[in-house]
């Protein structure tokens, strides 16, 4: 059974950091392309950022460009997002995903097979 467990999320002022992490487990970190998407209350579930199965690729929602970074550790089948520059922009739940393909369609949540639970992330001003 595949699970997807995030942590790390919290309360934090703007301009502040956080660090995220998604462990797996019931799968192969190595063979998935692994992605970062988040939700706003009243809002849809939006991409913020994804990376390929080596970590040679990475790609951005331009929201959180230069702000935010993502990373993986293969070997302790996790990925981490690193944000920076928090703005209470940011604030929503922050859901990790895993995808067979590398496609590039990855904005689409159609497009991803794996989900995990959520963090909540709030950004006081």
């Known amino acids: 059974q595949v699970q997807l467990v995030e942590s790390g999320g919290g309360l934090v002022q703007a301009g502040g950091s956080l660090r995220l992490s998604c462990v797996a487990s019931?799968?192969?970190?190595?063979?998935?392309?692994m992605g970062w998407f988040r939700q706003a209350p009243g809002k849809d579930r939006e991409f913020v950022v994804r990376?390929?199965?080596?970590?040679?690729?990475?790609d951005y929602a331009d929201s959180v460009k230069g702000r935010f970074t993502i990373s993986r550790d293969n070997a302790k089948n996790t990925v981490y997002l690193q944000m920076n520059s928090l703005k209470p922009e940011d604030t929503a739940v922050y859901y990790c995903?895993?995808?067979?393909?590398?496609?590039?369609?990855?904005?689409?949540?159609?497009?991803?097979?794996?989900w995990g639970q959520g963090t909540q992330v709030t950004v006081s001003s």
């Open positions: 990376i390929s199965r080596s970590g040679s690729s990475t």
């Open positions: 019931g799968l192969t970190l190595s063979t998935y392309t």
């Open positions: 995903a895993a995808s067979f393909y590398y496609s590039s369609s990855y904005y689409y949540t159609q497009q991803w097979n794996y």
